[in-house]
């Protein structure tokens, strides 16, 4: 049995991924603090690091969360990518979108500050 390090929300959206000098259309299947898993029909390979805009529908403006990441998978499953680094604002957005969906802030947020690790300069 997986023991997943975050909590993983149901999130139909449509998303952009870029790498090198390629754009790749999709959809987002499940989201997380830590990462999202991505459905399109081109697989990125694996350890890519990617900046990705997931688009938010609204009535009254265009609304995008940007991250950048790592894949960690691509296959017939989706591609899953590992998030490395979110703007602040985005990172506002992402924390509302998986607690609204999941109900626990003080556990998405443990979760989140557990995955931090200290950059340590010795």
Do not use: C, W
């Amino acid at each position: 049995m997986e023991k997943r390090a975050a909590t993983r929300v149901l999130f139909n959206v449509k998303s952009l991924v870029k790498y090198r000098d390629k754009t790749i259309t999709g959809d987002v299947i499940n989201i997380s603090m830590q990462g999202m898993l991505f459905q399109t029909s081109e697989q990125i390979p694996e350890k890519e690091i990617v900046d990705a805009q997931i688009y938010m529908e609204g009535t009254t403006s265009e609304l995008k969360i940007n991250v950048q990441g790592r894949i960690l998978r691509s296959d017939e499953t989706g591609t899953a990518i590992a998030f490395k680094s979110v703007d602040i604002d985005s990172f506002i957005h992402l924390k509302n979108i998986v607690v609204y969906n999941e109900g626990d802030e003080d556990k998405i947020m443990k979760e989140f500050f557990s995955s931090i690790k200290p950059d340590r300069k010795e």
